[in-house]
């Protein structure tokens, strides 16, 4: 039987929300408009237009592996984060909506600044520092992770992004020291890994079994990183300067205790896109 488009989709959608995919429908929206290499936002001809044999058997398999439990972002080897598409592997985190209110933030305050520096630190795939990257044109990042499997990533969509020339990536630790060699910044941008020991128990399994466990174990309380960036890695900001984190939806109160611990004091919460305040905004010290 011949199928379109949108046929495709339909019976995509009915898989998926029967084997309680939360997402079901923007995923079958994805996975067909990948495999047919349709626009996603423009879905009108969806009806009109035949896949051909080959087509349909590509999405029949990568539906297979998605109702086996594997993400589909990493199935299609890219997702969406802030209206731009990022390559992603099993070495980096998938971006999540949730993250997207941190850059608008740290977005605003970088426009406010001429030739920002920015420090994207846990970097990953590079998503929030490229989209502020993209966002900023006189902005300059530098970014850092302990995987090189995620720089490589990084690279990737800063070639794809256009934005090599003002992207500056390195192997680096933040639980260790800082390499004082990368100067100071203006902006902080930090999604460290954040789970705790008994979170990490009750992770779902397409978290647990298919994303790094190194890009998400924080330590026992899982606040072991922000300890150390607040003791060494805060050292590496300009007088003034605002850090942006990402934490869980129990941590921001505890996060923001690190760091006025350490004498800052102008420390705001900002909510996700739940309502859940899971934004802690540090400023430097004068």
């Not at 046929?7 to 929206?29: N, Q, T, V």
């Not at 992603?88 to 949730?98: A, E, G, Q």
């Not at 920015?118 to 530098?142: F, H, K, Q, Y």
């Not at 992207?167 to 639980?175: H, M, N, P, Q, T």
Request: aromatic fraction near 8%.
């Amino acid at each position: 039987m011949t199928m379109t488009i949108n046929d495709l989709y339909i019976e995509l959608r009915r898989r998926f929300r029967a084997a309680d995919i939360s997402m079901g429908e923007l995923e079958a929206r994805e996975l067909a408009a990948f495999v047919s290499g349709a626009d996603k936002h423009k879905t009108a001809d969806w009806g009109y237009r035949y896949l051909d044999p080959d087509t349909v058997q590509a999405a029949e398999d990568m539906a297979a592996r998605r109702l086996a439990g594997e993400p589909l972002a990493y199935i299609l080897g890219e997702w969406d984060f802030f209206g731009r598409t990022f390559v992603v592997n099993k070495s980096v985190l998938i971006p999540r909506p949730d993250t997207e209110p941190l850059c608008q933030l740290a977005i605003e305050d970088a426009k406010t600044l001429e030739s920002p520096k920015v420090l994207d630190l846990c970097c990953g795939s590079g998503c929030i520092g490229l989209t502020l990257a993209a966002e900023v044109p006189d902005a300059r990042i530098a970014a850092v992770d302990l995987s090189e499997d995620a720089l490589i990533v990084a690279r990737e969509n800063a070639r794809r992004l256009g934005v090599t020339a003002r992207y500056f990536s390195v192997c680096g630790d933040a639980l260790g020291l800082p390499d004082e060699h990368l100067g100071t910044f203006d902006i902080m941008l930090c999604n460290p890994p954040y789970i705790t020991a008994a979170e990490m128990e009750e992770l779902d399994a397409s978290v647990s079994e298919y994303e790094p466990r190194m890009a998400l174990y924080g330590g026992e309380d899982g606040l072991d990183f922000y300890r150390n960036i607040a003791r060494h890695w805060a050292k590496m900001m300009n007088p003034g300067g605002r850090m942006y984190f990402e934490c869980g939806y129990r941590q921001a109160a505890d996060v923001a205790d690190i760091f006025s611990a350490r004498g800052m004091r102008d420390i705001f919460l900002a909510e996700d896109l739940s309502g859940v305040q899971r934004i802690v905004v540090v400023k430097a010290k004068m």
